[in-house]
C-alpha cells in the first residue's frame, strides 16, 4: 500500500492527506483518468437500455426502517445528520451507504403496469459508510467518491435473472477494457449483500497477494418492492410486485487499474483512459533551440489534429532527464522525442513507458504508428495483467495446503466442494476467507473430495486468505 500511496501522491492521481480519515481528494489529473473510466462504463450502461439519474444523498431513517434487513447490513456504518444549524432534526438523516430504499420510493411514482417495466436506471455518485478498519486510498474509504449504482425492476423473476446476467456482462465488458483481470463468484450465503436473494463478485488480485472485490451484482427478488409496496398492473388485471437487482462499482476499479499496471517508477496508465496519451518533449541542443522549438510543436499540431490526448513538455528550468521520470511517474503510455538530429530528418523518437523500447518515425507516417504503438501497449498491459494473475490461481486439494499456499501470499486457491452450507462455514471459520464458488460454466473442474466432509465435490470454493 507504500507504493500504492507514493505513486497515486506523486502522478497527481489521488492525493490522500485530507483531515477527515478515509477521505481523499482528486486533483485535475486524476479526475480526468476518473472521467475516462466512468465514461466507458457510462457508454456499456446506456448501450444496455439504461438511464442515468441522480438521486439524493439523505435519507431519512423512517425509509431506511422500511427495510429492516437491509438497513441492519449497514447500521454500524451509516452517518447520520442529526441537526441543521443549530436546531436538532425531527427525524435523523443518513447519509446514503447504498440507494435501494431511496429508489424504490421512486419507482412506486414510476412505475404502474407492465408497460412501465423492465425499468433501469443507474446513478454515478458519493456513498458514505463508517468504515471502522484501516483505510486505505480508494480501497477502503468512508467517502466513496465514484459510486456507480446501477437499479432494475422487472416483471418476473427470470427476467430479473436475465438482467443479472447483463449486469456481469457489462462489467466483463468494463473490465476487458481496462485490462483488469478478474474471477467471477457466486458469494456465500453469508456474506451476500444485505436484502439479496444472492449476490455475485468480480474479484482480481494485488501486486502483493491480496484479493480486491471491484464489482459486485444482487438479485434482489421482491424483497425491496415488498418493503416499499411497488407493484405493477398485469395484462389480466392483477397486481404483482416487482423483481428488482441492483449492481455496483467504485473508485476501486481506479485502484486496481493502478495497482496491476504499475511497475517500480510508478504509474502506467492503459491509453484508452490515459488524460495525457503522448508527451512530446523537445531536446533543445546549444545554437538549435529554435528549430527544436518549432519542430516540436508541428509534431504536436500533427497529433492533436490527429484525435490524441497530447501535451508538450517545453519547461526551460527542468533538463530532459527530469521531464522524462516526470511523465513515467505520471504513467503517460507514449513519449515522443525531438531533437536535433529528430528536426534534420523529419524524424520522431517514441519510448513506450509499459516497456521503455524506443523506436523512430518519419513525421509524415507519425499519426499511424502512434495508434499502432498505442494498441500495442494497451494489448502488452492486458496480457502481462492476465498472466500474473493466472499464476497466483492454484486448485489445491486440501484444507491445511490450502492455508499455507495463502499464507505465503499466493492470492486465490480453488478447493472441492461437496456443495453444503455447513462444509462452507467450517472453511470460512478456518481462517480462510470464502470468496464464493464460480459461476456455471465457471471452467474449473469439480473433481475431488470435499476438503472438510471428504464427500464427492459438486462444486469449488474460491478462497483468500488475505483481503482488502
Not at 106 to 124: C, E, G, R, S
Not at 351 to 363: K, N, Q
Not at 395 to 412: S, V
Request: charged share 30%; hydrophobic share 35%; aromatic share 10%.
Amino acid at each position: 500500500m507504500e507504493w500504492f500511496h507514493e505513486a497515486t501522491l506523486t502522478a497527481g492521481i489521488y492525493d490522500y492527506r485530507y483531515t477527515v480519515k478515509g477521505c481523499g481528494v482528486w486533483p485535475p489529473y486524476g479526475f480526468k483518468l476518473r472521467q475516462n473510466v466512468l465514461n466507458i462504463l457510462r457508454r456499456l450502461l446506456d448501450e444496455a437500455g439504461h438511464e442515468e439519474c441522480l438521486f439524493p444523498l439523505l435519507i431519512p431513517k423512517s425509509l431506511l426502517d422500511k427495510e429492516k434487513v437491509h438497513i441492519k447490513g449497514f447500521e454500524s456504518e451509516v452517518f447520520w445528520v442529526t441537526h441543521g444549524g443549530t436546531t436538532e432534526l425531527d427525524e435523523k438523516l443518513a447519509l446514503r451507504p447504498t440507494s435501494e430504499t431511496v429508489v424504490m420510493q421512486m419507482f412506486k411514482f414510476w412505475i404502474h403496469d407492465y408497460t412501465d417495466l423492465p425499468k433501469k436506471v443507474y446513478q454515478i455518485v458519493n456513498t458514505f459508510r463508517y468504515e471502522t478498519k484501516a483505510t486505505h486510498p480508494m480501497i477502503r474509504v468512508r467517502e466513496v467518491t465514484s459510486f456507480k449504482e446501477a437499479h432494475t425492476a422487472h416483471a418476473t423473476y427470470e427476467e430479473a435473472e436475465k438482467q443479472v446476467e447483463e449486469g456481469i456482462r457489462i462489467y466483463k465488458a468494463f473490465f476487458d477494457e481496462l485490462g483488469i483481470p478478474y474471477v467471477i463468484s457466486r458469494r456465500p450465503e453469508w456474506d451476500k449483500f444485505a436484502g439479496a436473494l444472492y449476490s455475485v463478485s468480480f474479484e482480481t488480485i494485488t501486486p502483493d497477494g491480496r484479493t480486491l472485490q471491484i464489482g459486485t451484482v444482487h438479485h434482489l427478488g421482491q424483497n425491496f418492492s415488498k418493503a416499499f409496496d411497488v407493484t405493477y398492473l398485469k395484462p389480466d388485471g392483477s397486481h404483482e410486485y416487482v423483481y428488482t437487482t441492483s449492481y455496483g462499482v467504485s473508485e476501486r476499479v481506479i485502484a486496481a487499474l493502478i495497482s496491476l499496471h504499475g511497475d517500480e517508477r510508478g504509474v502506467v496508465l492503459p491509453p484508452n483512459v490515459a488524460p495525457i496519451q503522448v508527451v512530446v518533449v523537445p531536446i533543445p541542443y546549444k545554437g538549435k533551440e529554435k528549430e527544436v522549438e518549432l519542430y516540436s510543436r508541428e509534431v504536436l499540431e500533427t497529433l492533436k489534429g490527429s484525435g490524441y490526448r497530447v501535451t508538450i513538455d517545453d519547461r526551460q528550468d527542468v533538463t530532459p532527464g527530469g521531464k522524462f521520470y516526470y511523465w513515467e511517474r505520471k504513467g503517460v503510455p507514449l513519449r515522443a522525442e525531438v531533437g536535433p538530429i529528430d528536426v534534420e530528418k523529419k524524424m520522431v523518437t517514441l519510448a513506450r513507458r509499459d516497456t521503455f523500447e524506443r523506436s523512430t518515425c518519419s513525421l509524415d507516417k507519425l499519426a499511424n504508428y502512434v495508434g499502432e504503438l498505442l494498441s500495442e501497449v494497451m494489448k502488452n498491459l492486458k496480457e502481462r495483467a492476465w498472466k500474473r494473475f493466472k499464476e497466483r490461481i492454484r486448485r489445491i486439494n486440501t484444507l491445511n495446503e490450502a492455508l499455507k499456499t495463502l499464507k505465503e501470499g499466493l492470492g486465490i486457491v480453488v478447493v472441492p466442494w461437496c456443495g453444503s452450507l455447513e462444509c462452507a462455514l467450517k472453511v470460512d471459520s478456518a481462517g480462510l476467507k470464502v470468496l464464493g464458488s464460480p459461476l456455471k460454466g465457471g471452467g474449473e473442474d469439480d473433481v475431488g473430495n470435499c476438503v472438510i466432509c471428504n464427500k464427492e465435490a459438486k462444486s469449488s470454493l474460491r478462497l483468500a486468505y488475505r483481503t482488502f
